[in-house]
């Protein structure tokens, strides 16, 4: 289930983060070159993008709210826009549920 989805938003996540989070809430960064990392253990992607565009914190909302826009309609799972205050990242990121 999660290798369709990645397989779907890669082409969109040039100058992004995908990570992995699990039940513990540890996240862990995803190679796109190795999807297979994404087991079923996993609770739900999130999408970064502060430090690979060299942003602060604040300044992350334009870029997230962008992909949101283009990822709508790519997945049917839920995308949630949400804001992180504690690493592994800071500032906005998008949060994919499972389905």
Do not use: H
């Not at 779907?8 to 796109?32: A, C, H, Q, S």
């Not at 999807?35 to 909302?61: D, F, H, M, Q």
């Not at 992909?67 to 790519?74: C, D, E, P």
């Amino acid at each position: 289930m999660w290798d369709e989805i990645v397989v779907k938003i890669l082409p969109y996540l040039k100058g992004f983060t995908l990570w992995k989070v699990n039940e513990r809430r540890v996240y862990e960064k995803i190679d796109p070159t190795d999807i297979k990392s994404i087991s079923e253990k996993t609770c739900y992607l999130a999408i970064s993008c502060a430090k690979e565009r060299e942003l602060p914190p604040y300044n992350t909302g334009g870029p997230i709210e962008e992909l949101l826009n283009s990822l709508s309609g790519v997945v049917e799972n839920d995308i949630f826009r949400q804001i992180s205050r504690s690493g592994p990242f800071f500032g906005e990121y998008l949060r994919i549920e499972k389905s």
